[in-house]
């Protein structure tokens, strides 16, 4: 099983577990390794096995399709059965078409935010919630490295206002009931000037999608 490096953002494909008949590849963001394996380990999915793309691909989606078809190509015959842990997450419907090429599936929704809240309560109330700006405890953790220093607000401060200033709430999607995570969250709103949420959502849609796989 892939372990999980102390560092999330060096997340990448790192060697897996023994294959065999009848186990399954899970092919996702780095940003849900924490996430998944939390999930195998307590459910005993030990027919799974999980390498992971690096998350920072998120600021290019336009390069996941590329990336997820890679890993399948790598692996395709060394697995009974290959799932795509990615929703669309910007890619346009590419990633779709990448998946269904290969037949494999994906988990379904727009965005990890979506499948974290569950991707039917996420629709429902996004009308409500257009100048929300998410957070999960991946981008809690990493919100240097993936949302303040690459739109260079380190350097140029006083880019905050053309890139949040249409939105009003930040909304953390808490994965896990940590104070330190909630306190980083609520620092992450206060430093973009927006008002904080938090909103426990544990793991949505992913864990009944891992289950479907898991069978």
Known sequence: MLQVPTDDAALTDEGLAPRGVGRVLLIACGALAREILDLTRRNGWNHLDLTCLPAILHNSPEKIP???????????????KIFVVYADCGTGG????V?????VEMIAGPH????FEGVEAFTRNAEDEFTAFYLTDFLVRQF????WKPLGLDRYPELL???FGHYETLVYQAQTDDPELN?????CAQRLGLTYQRRFTG?????PALAAQAG
Request: hydrophobic share 45%; aromatic share 14%.
């Open 66 to 80: 590329a990336a997820v078809e890679a890993a399948l190509i790598k692996h395709q015959n060394d697995y009974a």
């Open 94 to 97: 590419a990633l779709q078409a």
């Open 99 to 103: 998946c269904d090429a290969h037949d």
């Open 112 to 115: 990890c935010y979506a499948f």
């Open 144 to 147: 240097d490295a993936f949302v």
């Open 161 to 163: 206002s053309t890139y």
């Open 183 to 187: 306190a980083k969250a609520r620092d």
């Open 203 to 207: 793991y949505g849609d992913l864990e």
